[in-house]
């Protein structure tokens, strides 16, 4: 069977994308992406493989975008300014992106390289936001992981409407990531 004409694996990749933040990764299904493009689901298999290779390239997507809406944010930037510039990102992204974000989280195994790639150049462009700090190899590392899991803990909560207090949530952010910057020192390697 040929492929469709003017259907590709950027227009699905796309749609797709639409799906999950309209209604999470569990809404994103063949026969659910196939009716949005108005496709047969065996036409999208001449694109895609299957379920499992379409999570993957949706896992990509996420990551190529977050990487842009973080290097772009950071650009011209050093030290605390781009760190929190960085962090309101994320949590951004998370927010205009759930269903895509969701997809981002997990680690990717040895047989997706492209994702692994950018996976690596998005870890890589945290960790030279980190450099000015000097905190050694394993001391980055340690800080990308608190990082990450500080924006991952506070996009999953505001996502789950966990911030009912009457009080600014972007303040809250600001002041979360002020503190983790006030002892980044601590993640330094002695």
Do not use: C, W
């Amino acid at each position: 069977m040929s492929p469709r004409a003017g259907l590709g694996r950027g227009k699905i990749v796309t749609a797709a994308a639409q799906i999950a933040d309209e209604h999470g990764m569990e809404g994103v299904t063949l026969a659910a992406l196939a009716a949005k493009l108005g496709v047969r689901p065996p036409s999208l298999y001449n694109h895609i493989n299957g379920q499992a290779g379409l999570r993957t390239l949706l896992a990509v997507h996420g990551v190529k975008l977050l990487y842009e809406a973080l290097a772009s944010t950071s650009l011209g930037l050093s030290g605390n300014e781009a760190v929190l510039a960085m962090g309101k990102a994320y949590a951004e992204f998370a927010k205009q992106h759930p269903g895509l974000y969701e997809v981002t989280l997990q680690a990717p195994d040895e047989e997706h390289a492209e994702l692994i790639e950018e996976g690596e150049r998005l870890l890589n462009l945290i960790v030279a936001v980190l450099k000015p700090y000097q905190l050694g190899p394993n001391g980055e590392l340690h800080a990308v992981r608190g990082f990450r899991s500080i924006l991952h803990g506070f996009a999953s909560l505001e996502q789950k409407g966990g911030f009912g207090i009457p009080l600014d949530v972007s303040e809250s952010l600001s002041a979360t990531l002020s503190a983790f910057l006030a002892g980044i020192d601590r993640f330094r390697e002695q």
